[in-house]
């Protein structure tokens, strides 16, 4: 496994799709509002170009907001998600592990870009 | 005093000269539209439609994915600030084989030709940005700055026989009323063939 580090989260996806397009397998781990930042990107990548380039999306302030009480992430995300036609799986506790594990299989198998959402509980 | 700038065209002639077989060559923007015009080869990715600034991204997903290969980006000066970071990024990874080959014309072509905010029109009272600077700031191994077309056609292949990652700007002629670029079919086919020609499929 490799990390490409990046400088926006914009790049994540236009660099997944080359590694994608190059023959090698790609993940876009990012937080929320990184999603908030690459939405041309990802709209290009997975539905221009139909790319199953499976994500990771942290929710920040999802399981508290000691550090930014208010955040409006939590108003934004996931109906962003939805606007962006993306099919994601909520994963809020350790246990909720194989469901992440199935929605990645099931939107490899489909060719389709599965989204795993995993709660924060910090800023 | 008049600047002098080479024809894009004729640049994009000289790069399909030198080009290999075996090279992946990314293209985006107006110079995709060129590129196109000059014929195509299967091992091309022209970037249309694109998420504007992306094709240096792109491309190194691709080198990095394909270190047996060339990959040549042909991408614009409004394109390379849209996305200046991507500059960082390419360089933490140092590929060997990512060449950028920036036509900088000035001006956002494709929309009517407005001045950059890095170009001298549009900048208030200051000098143009130094965009070779920025790149080699960064850490590209190689960076060269072109305005004559037989200084690069003469540099050309060595340029591109550089261990990289490489960056290139080529100063050139805004082409008056362009179009746009037009995708050249489905872009999900197209990307399937891409795919094809070289010979694997992402997992």
Redesign the interface.
């Known amino acids: 496994m490799?990390l490409?580090?990046?400088?926006?989260e914009?790049?994540a996806?236009?660099?997944?799709?080359?590694?994608?397009?190059?023959?090698?397998?790609?993940l876009v781990m990012i937080q929320c509002t990184g999603l908030f930042e690459s939405g041309?990107?990802l709209?290009?990548?997975l539905h221009?170009?139909?790319?199953?380039i499976p994500s990771f999306i942290g929710y920040r302030s999802y399981l508290n907001q000691d550090t930014l009480p208010g955040d409006t992430c939590l108003t934004f995300t996931e109906p962003i998600l939805k606007a962006w036609q993306l099919d994601y799986r909520l994963v809020k506790e350790p246990g909720d592990f194989e469901l992440m594990a199935e929605h990645l299989r099931a939107s490899?198998a489909a060719g389709t870009p599965g989204v795993v959402l995993i709660a924060e509980g910090k800023a | 005093m008049t600047e002098f700038r080479m024809s894009s065209v004729e640049v994009l002639r000289r790069v399909r000269a030198v080009r290999k077989d075996y090279d992946i060559v990314v293209s985006a923007m107006g110079a995709a539209r060129d590129w196109m015009a000059l014929g195509s080869h299967p091992r091309d990715w022209v970037f249309v439609p694109s998420s504007m600034g992306q094709a240096t991204a792109l491309g190194l997903g691709l080198a990095l994915a394909r270190p047996d290969l060339r990959v040549i980006v042909l991408g614009g000066d409004g394109g390379l600030i849209m996305n200046l970071g991507s500059l960082i990024t390419i360089t933490a990874q140092q590929p060997a084989n990512l060449f950028l080959l920036i036509l900088d014309n000035g001006v956002y072509e494709v929309t009517g030709a407005q001045p950059t905010p890095a170009s001298e029109a549009g900048r208030a009272n200051a000098p143009p940005v130094d965009l070779a600077g920025l790149a080699r700031a960064s850490g590209f191994r190689a960076v060269h700055r072109f305005n004559n077309l037989d200084a690069f056609t003469q540099g050309l292949e060595e340029l591109l026989d550089t261990r990289g990652p490489v960056f290139a700007l080529l100063e050139v002629a805004p082409v008056p009323d362009a179009p746009g670029p037009r995708s050249p079919g489905p872009a999900p086919e197209r990307a399937r063939a891409f795919m094809d020609a070289l010979g694997g499929r992402g997992q």
């Open positions: 490799r490409i580090r990046v400088c926006r914009g790049e996806w236009a660099i997944a799709a080359g590694l994608y397009l190059g023959g090698a397998r790609a041309d990107a709209r290009n990548v221009d170009w139909k790319l199953p490899l």
